[in-house]
């Protein structure tokens, strides 16, 4: 298990308000040092402004080929992050 004190922060100051993470979140500038963090490329707040959406991508998907065998090694991690899990929307509050 993981305690608090072994994690890295990762701060995104262009970020300042929720209602404009959607145009201001670091899509191209994204932290790659860590193969296990998904990559968030689209952020926004619900209508009502109570929630926030992130859509994360598996960043190994995105590079493949030939010439992409290291970068592949090192994204293999993100495999386990987007196994088919369930989705169920809760409607009660």
């Given at each position: ?41 689209d ?40 196994q ?10």
């Amino acid at each position: 298990s993981t305690s608090e004190d072994q994690l890295l922060v990762k701060k995104f100051p262009s970020v300042q308000k929720c209602s404009e993470m959607f145009k201001t979140w670091p899509i191209d500038d994204y932290p790659e040092d860590d193969p296990f963090l998904p990559w968030i490329h689209d952020v926004f707040p619900s209508i009502d402004g109570k929630n926030i959406h992130f859509v994360a991508q598996n960043r190994r998907r995105c590079m493949v080929g030939k010439d992409m065998e290291e970068k592949m090694h090192f994204w293999e991690p993100q495999i386990s992050l987007f196994q088919p899990v369930p989705v169920v929307k809760d409607d009660n509050g």
